[in-house]
């Protein structure tokens, strides 16, 4: 049995006290416009019980990747969207003033949000100094960045170090991240599906590898199917494929036989011509053209998973198939969200750009639980440790 954290956020004492939330509100921006609010609207519950004691929030993030001298993106665009919230937002860029302006917040309602921490060096190269100007600036920590708990940013591990055992907790988005990603790991309902759509294999094989001794049913989908199908001598086209991981593909199908794991993939792709931006055309699976790229899945192959999809216990779905940007690739994504939430099973969608699609279509409700991470998700049902957590001195 896996035991789930639980945060100290509703029995720590913070009348007037600092508290500094990291958070992971790394939502897609197009310019200066917020594209998807999911991370957001899911941080506000932390926020909510920390007002509610009357602590006074230090709001700490990264966004993006920005490159050194970048000044975008900034997390100064996420003020209009808390502020439409109702919640009045002082907005700091110099960490050698935000301790000083951290002391000289009078109320509980007003949040002082910090610039973009991947802005500093210090971020991502473990600088001690760094975390000292962090810690400078709050008396209690709350780590509440889900997608960021398997990273050693400074601010997610050398940070929560700073403060004694007492002072420190996870949010209350952790909390609900890992007791349901727990459900999982724990004697989950059966039959247990797990379907894998997304980019990069190498991110999937510890996940599978993990999960094939619990899982009844492995669904592949773009991209992650197409190295197996590389590995099998199948044709794929253009493609996405890594060709390091074609010998462990035959292993864990392999290793699905023995286990007695029902391996499905798709009978029919939607493809691109040449390109991902291509002209999309559906093609038969056993004839796969050579100069297309494999995006989604069609008709044919939603039909045959439908069945299994209908009886499963538990159903865990990780990675988009098709791209937001380009929304007539999605089709046959939404069917299997759509199916997903038509049955009585536990189901959880995982991943970003999973979570997005689904809100895109107005399905997260629908859910049992959609993860804000990817990468942590992927981590810790893998079985690996996450350096967030092992900071704060929880152990899985």
Known sequence: MYQSPVSSLTTMHLYHRRVFVRADLNVPLHGTHLLDDYRLQKILPTINAIQKQQGSIILATHLGRPRPGDTEPSTKHLIPWFERQGYHILFESDLSRAAERSRDITTSSTILLLENLRFFTGEQNGDTTFAQQLRACADIYVNDAFGV??????????????????????????????????????????????????????????????MLKRINTLFLCPAPVFTFL?????????????????????????KAQE?????????????????????????????????????????????????????????FYNGAMGMLERPDTLHGMKQILELMTQTKALTVLGGGSSAAVAQHYNLVDDFDHVSTGGGAMLAYLSGSKLPGLEALGINK
Request: aromatic share 4%; with cysteine; hydrophobic share 40%.
């Open 149 to 210: 708990l398997h990273r050693h940013d400074t601010s997610v591990t050398l940070l929560a170090q700073l403060f004694k055992p007492h002072e420190r907790t996870i949010g209350l988005l952790v909390e609900q991240e890992l007791a349901a990603l727990n459900r999982l790991l724990s004697n989950p309902p059966q039959p247990f599906m797990l379907i894998l759509g997304g980019g990069k294999i190498a991110d999937k094989i510890p996940l599978i590898e993990h």
């Open 230 to 254: 590389k590995a099998l001598g199948k044709p794929v086209g253009r493609s996405l494929v890594d060709e390091q991981q074609l010998e462990q593909c035959l292993t864990i199908l392999r």
């Open 259 to 315: 286990y007695n794991v029902t391996v499905i993939m798709p009978r029919d792709y939607l493809v691109a011509h040449h390109t991902y931006t291509g002209t999309l055309t559906y093609v038969n699976a056993e004839q796969f053209p050579h100069e297309e790229v494999g995006i989604s899945i069609g008709d044919q192959t939603v039909d045959h998973i439908a069945p299994h999809i209908q009886h499963a216990g538990t159903i």
